[in-house]
């Protein structure tokens, strides 16, 4: 299994960036796909999360309003568009698919938001 990220970089407060993961070797399709995001001399946490139709999300209560998470099944590939982006949203963000006792995580892309 392999997730890949991408659409990470820097940004001004107020600006915004689309991130993206596509998955591999897994049924992408029954997985809840999630991103969670690490800042430097703090814990992962989680952003956000979708269910595996895409029917359900649910939002870290800073980032509620200003980040949309998204799926596409049939490309197999989950997306995090972010919005008004603030200093405290920079972090390395990881995407992570889990069903039951199994996780995968991507490598990570660094997203700065600095003037």
């Known amino acids: 299994a392999q997730l890949v990220e991408s659409g990470g970089g820097l940004v001004q407060p107020g600006g915004s960036l689309r991130l993206s993961c596509a998955a591999s070797?897994?049924?992408?399709?029954?997985?809840?796909m999630s991103w969670y995001r690490q800042a430097p001399g703090k814990e992962r946490e989680l952003v956000a999360s979708?269910?595996?139709?895409?029917?359900?999300?649910n939002y870290l209560l800073p980032v509620k309003g200003r980040f949309t998470i998204s799926r596409d099944n049939v490309k197999n590939t989950v997306y995090l568009q972010m919005n008004s982006l603030k200093p405290e949203d920079t972090a390395v963000y990881y995407c992570?698919?889990?069903?039951?006792?199994?996780?995968?995580w991507g490598q990570g892309t660094q997203v700065t938001v600095s003037s």
């Open positions: 992570n698919a889990n069903r039951g006792s199994v996780r995968y």
């Open positions: 070797g897994f049924t992408f399709s029954s997985y809840v």
């Open positions: 979708i269910s595996s139709a895409g029917g359900s999300t």
